[in-house]
């Protein structure tokens, strides 16, 4: 299955993760209609795609050194991370995880 990410977020940690998780292409929302066309196009046709913007902000990232720790976060640490920035509390969406609200931080990985 190719996937294509069509996000309000425009963080390149957000694409990167997405990235990684295994998502053919990563287009944000700010992006003309034209680009998201190309990226659909792209996607059917096997190939990697990632919006003018993302790209910009990660080549910045990568050319400037810039250390953004999020980027040392696992995938699981990541949403727990989203989760909590979002204003639940750890009782809200511990049970979704299969967490217990008492577990150590390594539990999380």
């Known amino acids: 299955m190719r996937i294509l990410i069509f996000s309000m977020h425009t963080s390149a940690t ?19 209609p034209a680009i998201l066309i190309e990226a659909v196009r792209a996607v059917h046709q096997g190939k990697t795609f990632v919006s003018p913007d993302i790209a910009q902000a990660v080549a910045r990232e990568n050319l400037t050194g810039e250390n953004d720790p999020m980027r040392l976060l696992t995938p699981r ?31 999380l990985r």
């Open 14 to 32: 957000f694409a990167r993760s997405a990235l990684r998780a295994g998502a053919a292409g990563y287009v944000t929302k700010t992006n003309e």
């Open 77 to 107: 640490e990541f949403e727990i991370f989203r989760k909590l920035a979002a204003g639940a509390s750890v009782r809200d969406f511990a049970g979704v995880l299969n967490l217990s609200q008492k577990q150590s931080p390594t539990a």
